[in-house]
């Protein structure tokens, strides 16, 4: 359990109405500081902690933390869920590509947007701030910019994977330049400028740092590996990959050679209280509980999405696993590697019987990351078999909100036990303690596996792929199913015949790795194969034969708009037309 004193420090907007009278505006209200009074050297490492927390400042309707609605439900890994198509519909809406609506107020997109800007508007102040001081005065000085520039280029990249067109400002520009900047900059270019950032920090970054959570070297070199793989993947102005930059690839090699940390023994500590800022995480954001404050710095973003039907949670049955990823996880019962091309020809666990469980279709053998990643009726949830106050811990058919719409099958990852430290109950809503992870060792890895292939050098990413599998393989101590060991069968790639093979390969180890986390949709939009996939999900998903989701039976991803998201309309309504719209919209 994380305990953390912790410095907040809000800015308010001072706003001067003509209309005011000057008594009016020589009242100063209690607890409201005005930037001079903020903007000292007393108050410098203030501001920098500020910026750190503003990266975990979001929640349920506006998401910067989880990619759980714009990464996952929106790809082929999980459902919306929660109670039917009108329960929280804007989401609905993302799951069918319809995102040519009207902005849902200040719901998801448009508030995702403000909350990264808003993280982006402390970084500058500090910025602006600190670059001031003289360096005598402040021995810190190239330190905190650094983190400071590390903190911005993070919330400009997860921009830039949403909405790709998106306006770049910095702490250098007067009020009236800010409202001039354009949105409009070329892919490669934006990339460059998030780049830059990140490339500061890299050199001015201390190798490691004292205090947990803080931006260090390792993580800037681990950012640009990410960052410069997906720039790698050209694209033009209808978002279609052209080509694939090779100096970029060798870029991801060298940063990711420069990673340091290991793989966790067990792949489910990644998603287990206890083991936040261990071996595998570069970088998280990270969360408190019985820090001094009030209620704690918890979070609540993924708070709609523990199971429904159970007093141990309580609400709301969002975020399903979708059939198809269940399907993912099945291997060859002989050599134990994935089904890579006929994996989704059958369906498995479709069955429920009179006592809320599911069984396994016979013969079938599965990857052990299906049981730390989607929650199965009949089989242990978050690694218990019961509580010892509240009884059952056993996964049931009764737990989904409403099976006839979305199936039964829920979300593991983002759930914490109710018998947790960390677990906090607001309401029906559920936050924890538990870090976010942006960035774990196993990305660093498969980055760099998957430049070495696209370079033609799969020789050398066969033995990163099969440490990921080993990992895997090892993840079967804490308690997953009943008779795991009977269905259970992961083995190691003995070669890779050529580039083809050795890259769907790849794909489909960082989909087992990293499911219903959020990259998926990014990942199938770097690639440029986003249409092809999930418009070929959707025709099984639409299947009265098969995985029969009527509520996608309109769903249809069209190439050249729905690789990202629309500019939030009252964004380019306030600019009068400056900031320009995705193609399509």
Not at 74 to 99: F, H, L, P
Not at 115 to 133: M, Q
Not at 190 to 213: C, M, R, T, Y
Not at 465 to 475: C, L, V, W
Request: proline share 5%; aromatic share 12%; with cysteine.
């Amino acid at each position: 359990m994380k305990k953390y004193n912790k410095i907040v420090i809000s800015f308010l907007s001072i706003l001067f109405l003509a209309s005011c009278s000057s008594d009016f505006l020589d009242y100063e209200p209690k607890g409201v500081l005005t930037p001079d009074q903020v903007a000292t050297l007393a108050n410098a490492d203030a501001l920098v902690n500020a910026a750190y927390a503003a990266i975990g400042n979001d929640e349920m309707i506006g998401p910067i933390t989880s990619q759980w609605v714009y990464g996952s439900v929106r790809s082929d890994d999980a459902y919306k869920g929660g109670g039917g198509r009108s329960d929280v519909d804007v989401i609905d809406t993302y799951e069918q590509y319809n995102t040519t609506i009207a902005d849902y107020g200040d719901w998801m997109l448009p508030r995702t947007w403000t909350n990264h800007y808003k993280a982006i508007s402390r970084a500058n102040f500090a910025l602006s701030v600190i670059n001031a001081i003289p360096d005598a005065d402040y021995p810190l000085k190239k330190t905190r910019q650094a983190e400071l520039r590390f903190l911005r280029a993070h919330s400009y990249f997860m921009l830039k994977l949403l909405f790709n067109k998106v306006p770049f400002i910095t702490e250098d520009l007067t009020k009236e330049q800010i409202l001039k900047t354009s949105n409009d900059l070329s892919s490669d270019a934006l990339w460059n400028k998030i780049a830059e950032d990140f490339i500061f920090a890299h050199d001015n970054l201390p190798p490691s740092q004292d205090q947990v959570g803080r931006a260090d070297k390792n993580a800037a070199s681990a950012y640009l590996a990410k960052l410069r793989l997906y720039q790698a993947y050209e694209q033009n102005a209808d978002h279609q990959v052209t080509g694939i930059n090779a100096a970029r690839l060798q870029e991801v090699i060298n940063y990711a050679n420069e990673v340091t940390g290991s793989l966790e023994p067990d792949y489910g500590f990644n998603f287990l209280d206890g083991h936040d800022n261990g071996p595998e995480s570069i970088w998280a954001v990270q969360f408190s509980i019985n820090d001094g404050t009030n209620t704690g710095r918890v979070s609540f973003v993924t708070g709609l999405n523990s199971p429904h039907g159970t007093p141990l949670y309580g609400c709301c049955g969002f975020h399903l696993a979708s059939q198809n990823m269940v399907n993912a996880f099945k291997t060859d019962p002989v050599t134990g590697l994935p089904l890579l091309d006929t994996f989704n020809t059958s369906d498995i666990y479709t069955a429920v019987d009179g006592s809320g469980k599911s069984s396994l279709t016979a013969g079938v053998t599965l990857d052990p990351r299906i049981d730390h990643t989607v929650g199965i009726p009949g089989r242990p949830f978050k690694y218990k078999n019961t509580l010892k106050t509240s009884g059952d811990m056993v996964y049931n058919f009764s737990w989904a909100r409403d099976p006839g719409v979305y199936g039964f099958f829920g979300n593991m990852k983002e759930q914490q036990s109710p018998d947790c430290s960390c677990y906090v109950k607001n309401g029906p809503f559920v936050g924890t303690s538990k870090n976010v992870d942006f960035i774990r060792y196993a990305d660093v890895l498969l980055f760099k596996a998957e430049a070495l292939i696209q370079l033609n050098r799969q020789d050398e990413a066969l033995p990163i792929i099969n440490q990921i599998r080993a990992r895997a393989a090892a993840s079967t101590a804490m308690p997953l199913a009943a008779g795991a060991s009977n269905v259970y069968k992961m083995g190691q790639y003995l070669s890779f015949p050529d580039k083809a093979y050795a890259l769907k390969a790849l794909k489909f180890e960082r989909r087992l790795e990293f499911g219903m986390e959020g990259p998926r949709f990014f990942d199938l939009v770097r690639w440029g194969e986003a249409e092809q996939v999930l418009n070929a999900y959707l025709a099984v998903e639409k299947n009265p034969n098969r995985a029969n989701k009527s509520f996608l039976s309109s769903a249809h991803f069209t190439a050249g708009r729905d690789e990202y998201y629309p500019i939030p309309q009252r964004e380019i309504d306030f600019t009068g037309g400056l900031y320009k719209q995705n193609p399509k919209y």
